[in-house]
């Protein structure tokens, strides 16, 4: 791949649809996406595969997820195609600075996807399992930076790459980006990987600093960190 076609959008836009698709197909049938209930049968393959209702219900996340002050989305594009995206949760220092109008545009989304959900919930065992993994990558983040460290660390909280593009560098520029923001501010990064990402982590300087099981999956999850004292 040339790195000079992959361009690098900040925010999701008219994207939605897209990122949801790619990250959809990038994590369809890994282990925790079966644990977890989603997509029990077999892994989606193309976007056709992906029930409407559930890439309807997930776009609608992925786009409200991009209006939040405290998440920035950096969408790859490849000959201005999704190629890939990095959903980076930033230190509050540099959290957005919401206007009135942005506020109340963010809480009438957000009110469109409770409603939506309420009416067309997703299955109860997805969302149960959710939690627990959202309850777990939490507390071991706390765990593994200290007591608020989250609040002043960069954290990936999410890394896809469309399958058919996978190890050709789409991963690595979204990851560097990070890297680039964290080394100018002087602030760590902190992510929670599955085996398969962990060899990119750890060939751009991540150390893993533990780990923990999801549950009943017997699934183990790395907790990687990156420090700038040790990437000078």
Same mark, same amino acid.
């Given at each position: 791949?040339?790195?000079?076609?992959?361009?690098?959008?900040?925010?999701?836009?008219?994207?939605?649809?897209?990122?949801?698709?790619?990250?959809?197909?990038?994590?369809?049938?890994?282990?925790?996406?079966?644990?977890?209930?989603?997509?029990?049968?077999?892994?989606?393959?193309?976007?056709?595969?992906?029930?409407?209702?559930? $890439?309807?219900?997930? !776009?609608?996340?992925? /786009?409200? &997820?991009?209006?939040?002050? %405290?998440?920035?989305? +950096?969408?790859?594009? @490849?000959?201005?195609?999704?190629?890939?995206?990095?959903?980076?949760?930033?230190?509050?220092?540099?959290?957005?600075?919401?206007?009135?109008?942005?506020?109340a545009?963010?809480?009438?989304?957000?009110?469109?996807?409770?409603?939506?959900?309420?009416?067309?919930?997703?299955?109860?065992?997805?969302?149960?399992?959710?939690?627990?993994?959202?309850?777990?990558?939490?507390?071991?983040?706390?765990?593994?930076?200290?007591?608020?460290?989250?609040q002043?660390?960069?954290? $990936?909280?999410?890394? !896809?790459?469309?399958? /058919?593009? &996978?190890?050709?560098?789409? %991963?690595?520029?979204? +990851?560097q980006?990070? @890297?680039?923001?964290?080394?100018?501010?002087?602030?760590?990064?902190?992510?929670?990987?599955?085996?398969?990402?962990?060899?990119?982590?750890?060939?751009?300087?991540?150390?893993?600093?533990?780990g923990?099981?999801?549950?009943?999956?017997?699934?183990?999850?790395?907790?990687?960190?990156?420090?700038?004292?040790?990437?000078?």
């Amino acid at each position: 791949m040339n790195p000079d076609t992959l361009q690098l959008y900040i925010g999701v836009g008219s994207y939605a649809h897209d990122i949801t698709v790619v990250s959809t197909l990038a994590f369809s049938g890994d282990p925790i996406d079966r644990w977890r209930g989603a997509n029990v049968d077999k892994p989606y393959t193309i976007e056709s595969d992906i029930p409407h209702m559930q $890439l309807e219900r997930d !776009a609608r996340h992925t /786009s409200n &997820q991009g209006l939040q002050p %405290g998440v920035v989305c +950096v969408t790859a594009l @490849l000959d201005g195609q999704v190629a890939g995206v990095a959903v980076w949760d930033v230190p509050r220092r540099h959290r957005r600075t919401e206007t009135l109008s942005q506020l109340a545009y963010r809480k009438y989304v957000e009110y469109q996807e409770s409603l939506a959900d309420w009416w067309s919930p997703p299955p109860s065992l997805y969302v149960k399992r959710q939690e627990i993994i959202r309850t777990l990558r939490l507390g071991y983040a706390e765990r593994h930076l200290g007591k608020g460290q989250l609040q002043k660390t960069w954290y $990936l909280k999410t890394l !896809a790459v469309l399958p /058919s593009l &996978q190890r050709k560098g789409v %991963g690595t520029a979204l +990851v560097q980006w990070g @890297l680039e923001r964290a080394k100018e501010t002087g602030e760590k990064i902190y992510v929670d990987s599955s085996y398969v990402g962990k060899p990119l982590y750890l060939k751009l300087g991540f150390r893993e600093v533990g780990g923990f099981v999801v549950a009943d999956s017997g699934v183990r999850v790395s907790c990687m960190l990156w420090e700038p004292s040790g990437n000078l």
